[in-house]
């Protein structure tokens, strides 16, 4: 089956502490996406990469990081700076690299909530 | 330069009838825009999409209708059944990643 995984489902942080969401892709996708959803907010981009070991900042970048190692996986780590983190996050990937139609495809979408 | 407005926020239809939703862009080089559907807890999935070369796309009951120089899209989902209820999501690009709008709560009741 070809797709995009995120893990956990669920995650849980508390006070002062790193987490580190998931998402593969096993699409070929050169580009990756993560967005976050906030109710009423519609999907704010976080951070993206358009080819290995490149990332660009998106809208919300702050108290977020990325690495893309390999361009299957995409993790993103929510540090301790990113004051209100609860949300649900959507990772996505695309086959396009910007230059043109941008298809994208998303990921079941991992729910963090602050103890 | 790189909103995306949706309206309305919410819009409840009775079953059979047709759904309509709007948006609308500012950034002129925006050169493809996609619908998404969301159901509760799961990811936005694809719907339709459309590029601004043609004013309107219709697959099955869902139909973009695109008006270029008023730079507005709107979403039309006929025969409106309950399983359609769901939040709809427009979005634009143009040699960038998507940008969405805020998402529109439809809820189809018999």
């Known amino acids: 089956d070809g797709g995009i995984t995120q893990s956990p489902k669920y995650l849980f942080r508390k006070e002062g502490q790193n987490v580190t969401l998931s998402c593969e892709q096993n699409l070929n996708h050169d580009a990756m996406y993560w967005y976050r959803q906030d109710p009423g907010q519609g999907l704010r981009l976080i951070y993206y990469s358009q080819i290995v070991n490149d990332f660009q900042k998106g809208d919300i970048a702050e108290g977020y990081s990325v690495s893309r190692e390999k361009k299957e996986s995409f993790p993103l780590t929510v540090t301790s700076a990113q004051k209100n983190p609860t949300a649900f996050y959507l990772c996505?990937?695309?086959?396009?690299?910007?230059?043109?139609?941008?298809?994208?495809?998303f990921g079941p979408g991992t729910r963090l909530l602050v103890l | 330069q790189q909103q995306v407005k949706q309206s309305p926020q919410s819009l409840i239809v009775q079953k059979g009838g047709i759904s309509i939703i709007n948006c609308a862009y500012e950034?002129?080089?925006?050169?493809?825009f996609p619908w998404y559907q969301q159901f509760p807890g799961k990811g936005p999935a694809l719907l339709i999409a459309i590029r601004p070369d043609v004013s309107e796309k219709k697959e099955g009951r869902f139909t973009i209708s695109f008006n270029k120089s008023a730079k507005q899209f709107s979403l039309h989902i006929m025969d409106s059944q309950p399983g359609d209820s769901a939040t709809y999501f427009c979005a634009a690009s143009g040699n960038t990643p998507l940008v969405f709008g805020k998402g529109t709560r439809l809820s189809v009741i018999a």
């Open positions: 996505a990937s695309s086959l396009d690299r910007g230059q043109g139609v941008e298809t994208q495809y």
């Open positions: 950034n002129t080089a925006f050169d493809y």
